[in-house]
C-alpha cells in the first residue's frame, strides 16, 4: 500500500519564507493515524510530535507563529484535521481550505 501524499495547500504562514513549516506540519497531516487502544505513544509519533514542536519554536522565535500556541494543541489541530480528512474522505480542495484555516489561525494577531 503506498504512503498517502501530503495535502497541497497554499497557505504560507508567515508569508515567505514561512512555507516550509506550513509544509512539515501539512506532511505531518497527511502521514498521521488512528492510533486506538494505544497505550504508548509510537516511535513515529514522538518523533512527529518532537519535530513539531521543533518547528514551532523556531518559528515563534521568527514572529511568524503566535506566542500562546503550544506544541500540544498544535499537535492536537493537526490530528483532528487528518482524523476528518481520513474519515470523512475530504477532497483535495477542502483538505487546502480547513489547512489554511489551520495555519491563519496559528499567525499572530497585529
Avoid: K
Avoid at 522565535?61 to 481520513?86: I, K, M, P, S, Y
Amino acid at each position: 500500500m503506498s504512503q498517502p501524499q501530503p495535502p497541497r495547500h497554499t497557505a504560507r504562514p508567515g508569508g515567505p519564507g514561512g512555507h516550509a513549516s506550513a509544509r512539515a506540519v501539512a506532511m505531518a497531516a497527511a502521514s498521521c493515524r488512528s492510533r486506538q487502544g494505544a497505550t504508548r505513544p509510537s516511535r513515529a509519533r514522538r518523533t512527529t510530535t518532537n519535530g513539531i514542536g521543533v518547528l514551532l519554536a523556531a518559528a515563534q522565535r521568527a514572529g511568524t507563529v503566535r506566542a500562546d500556541a503550544g506544541r500540544d494543541e498544535v499537535v492536537a489541530l493537526v490530528v483532528a484535521a487528518c482524523q476528518g480528512a481520513l474519515h470523512a474522505g475530504w477532497d483535495a480542495d477542502l483538505r487546502r481550505r480547513a489547512l489554511g484555516l489551520l495555519f491563519d489561525g496559528l499567525r499572530p494577531r497585529p
